[in-house]
């Protein structure tokens, strides 16, 4: 079956730092992708869908500048929160999806985050 | 405004028994409706889609209900075993926004 990985699986950083997060659909070509943040004992949110190529569109309220999607192939998309905070500590999950395969969509591992 | 309910209290039942988990939605007129899996400290892991012109699916030990009227759709795992335990999701997905809205979880526990 399909397989999406992310990396790294957690990380741990300093206040002000920025924090790269990897996306990659290993054996598809996933021309959209979706970025999730789940905070525990709640629903996962989106927070923004990329397609490959495109500039990402961000759900409301969440910050463009502070969290920077790039889905420059059609195999791998970043995520990159900038100069974080306690309060981005989360657990951060990606999804990809197939041109012509709308209802599927193929969830990673996810990554938690701890800033201090 | 639109919501997604889920039962956020945990489900325990005894192995063996059927499990069966809610997912009500309100103002929303999904295209279909799809149930997760999700296990602690991991990503949802896809079980069933349903859509909205149907009214029942099944796999394997797994069945799921879908009523567009009432706006619910249940979740049931027959011959539950304790492997069974997890988070389940329900996401609806709405064409006019081509994306996927999940709802709260259901931890279920099934005990020996």
């Known amino acids: 079956g399909a397989v999406v990985s992310q990396h790294p699986s957690w990380v741990i950083c300093k206040s002000g730092t920025s924090v790269k997060i990897e996306c990659r659909s290993l054996?598809?070509?996933?021309?959209?992708m979706f970025w999730y943040r789940q905070f525990p004992k709640q629903s996962l949110m989106l927070m923004a869908t990329s397609n490959e190529g495109s500039k990402a569109t961000y759900e409301q309220g969440v910050e463009k500048d502070k969290f920077l999607i790039n889905h420059a192939s059609l195999t791998l998309s970043t995520l990159t929160v900038t100069s974080a905070h306690p309060e981005d500590s989360s657990f951060y999950i990606c999804?990809?999806?197939?041109?012509?395969?709308?209802?599927?969509?193929?969830f990673g591992p996810g990554t938690r985050l701890l800033v201090l | 405004s639109q919501k997604i309910e889920q039962n956020s209290e945990a489900l325990n039942i005894q192995e063996g028994k059927t499990a069966t988990l809610t997912c009500n939605y309100t103002n929303y007129s999904p295209a279909y409706l799809q149930w997760y899996r999700q296990d602690p400290g991991r990503g949802p892991v896809f079980l069933l889609l349903i859509r909205e012109n149907e009214k029942e699916k099944r796999k394997e030990r797994l069945k799921v209900t879908f009523d567009t009227t009432l706006k619910q759709s249940l979740f049931h795992i027959t011959a539950s075993q304790p492997a069974d335990s997890a988070t389940y999701l329900c996401a609806l997905f709405r064409s006019t926004a081509s994306k996927l809205t999940f709802g709260t979880g259901t931890r279920l526990q099934v005990t020996l």
């Open positions: 999804s990809a999806r197939e041109l012509g395969r709308q209802e599927t969509q193929y």
């Open positions: 054996d598809f070509q996933a021309t959209t």
